[in-house]
Antibody
Framework: QVQLQESGPGLVKPSETLSLTCDVS?????????WGWIRQPPGKGLEWIGS???????HYNPSLKSRLSISVDASKNQISLKLSSVTATDTALYYC??????????????WGKGTTVFVSS | DIQMTQSPSSLSASVGDRVTITCRAS??????LNWYQQKPGKAPNLLIY???GLQSGVPSRFSGSGSGTDFTLTISSLQPEDSATYYC?????????FGGGTKVEIK
């Protein structure tokens, strides 16, 4: 059974870089599929951040692209997110999820429980 | 970006009622429309993919329909455990976008 577990610092200062990881278990990232990040500000809806294939091919949300980097560490079976120059508007619950596709980003069928990030000095 | 508009934003219905939620895309998305259920404090859960495909393990009282720009999620007989917020999401093109959500409450 595929499981995803996000982790991160919890609190990030404004203007700094947010770094999150998503540990994947029950499935080898190198076997294929896209893996994505989605966030949800407190009391609000869902926003797709970006997704990555095991090969490193990425799709980013243009609204975040200039600050965003998503990468894969196959040796750890892990995906990572880095978001630079954060502000209070980046405060959110961050989820990682699986897209069960090898050539497109589509729906997301497995989600992690999410990790909360607060941006505050 | 493709804008997704859901209606209503909230509804209250009784157990056993038939509930319908609509989602409209700002442009043609064929059948690349997915529905998720999110309960408080939990991650979203995929219900419907490709407009009408029922995800494995999802009760058959959930169904989806539509194509092009207009889509519907129907709960044929509302159950207490269906109290949640429902989101539509288009996967026709990136950036992937979600509707604003519909909160379903049980009377």
């Amino acid at each position: 059974q595929v499981q995803l577990q996000e982790s991160g610092p919890g609190l990030v200062k404004p203007s700094e870089t947010l770094s999150l990881t998503c540990d994947v278990s029950g499935y080898s990232i190198t076997s294929g599929y896209f893996w994505g990040w989605i966030r949800q500000p407190p009391g609000k809806g869902l926003e797709w951040i970006g997704s990555i294939l095991h090969s490193g091919k990425t799709h980013y949300n243009p609204s975040l692209k200039s600050r965003l980097s998503i990468s894969v560490d196959a040796s750890k079976n892990q995906i990572s997110l880095k978001l630079s120059s954060v502000t209070a508007t980046d405060t959110a619950l961050y989820y990682c999820a699986r897209h069960p596709f090898r050539d497109i980003v589509g729906y997301m069928d497995v989600w992690g429980k999410g990790t909360t990030v607060f941006v505050s000095s | 970006d493709i804008q997704m508009t859901q209606s209503p934003s909230s509804l209250s219905a009784s157990v056993g009622d038939r509930v319908t939620i609509t989602c409209r895309a700002s442009q043609f998305i064929s059948s690349y429309l997915n529905w998720y259920q999110q309960k408080p404090g939990k991650a979203p859960n995929l219900l419907i993919y490709g407009a009408s495909g029922l995800q494995s393990g999802v009760p058959s009282r959930f169904s989806g329909s539509g194509s092009g720009t207009d889509f519907t999620l129907t709960i044929s007989s509302l159950q207490p455990e269906d109290s949640a917020t429902y989101y539509c999401q288009q996967s026709y093109s990136t950036p992937l976008t979600f509707g604003g959500g519909t909160k379903v409450e049980i009377k």
